[in-house]
């Protein structure tokens, strides 16, 4: 078994090519980010449902429900991209928070609060690491 070196990187990965297969539900290794991640692109409506298992193996993993169009089956998250890559990091400070497609979409953040999503990081006045942008 291979390590990944970026774990943020392979959860959109397996996102995007578990929509781009029209799959019902991908399955990720889960971490304390990955569930935050989780967390808010359900709150934000991008996914129908998640479910954490830990008695899978030591570390647990994540069931993801996509969401998809009713009639023209089309995926709810058009995009998901990464951002800050562990080769390039990149910060945001709370005067220069990303718009993610004027507003429509969402710039997921990790800041000292925790991961959070670029409207909340506003309303907390705090930057941070911007992880991804899903729209």
Same mark, same amino acid.
């Given at each position: ?6 774990? &943020? ?18 399955? &990720? ?67 220069? &928070? ?17 991961? &959070? ?19």
């Amino acid at each position: 078994m291979s390590k990944i070196t970026d774990p &943020i990187a392979d959860f959109l990965t397996r996102v995007r090519n578990a929509q781009s297969a029209k799959q019902r539900v991908v399955d &990720i290794p889960a971490s304390n980010i990955k569930k935050e991640m989780t967390k808010i692109l359900k709150d934000k409506g991008y996914i129908l449902n998640y479910k954490f298992e830990d008695d899978v193996n030591y570390q647990g993993s994540i069931k993801i429900a996509l969401k998809y169009h009713p009639e023209t089956k089309q995926p709810a998250i058009k995009s998901i991209k990464r951002i800050s890559k562990p080769g390039l990091r990149q910060y945001c400070d709370s005067d220069n &928070i990303p718009r993610v497609l004027n507003g429509l979409g969402v710039a997921i953040i990790s800041t000292s609060r925790g991961v &959070i999503s670029d409207k909340e990081a506003r309303d907390l006045n705090i930057g941070g690491e911007v992880l991804c942008y899903v729209y």
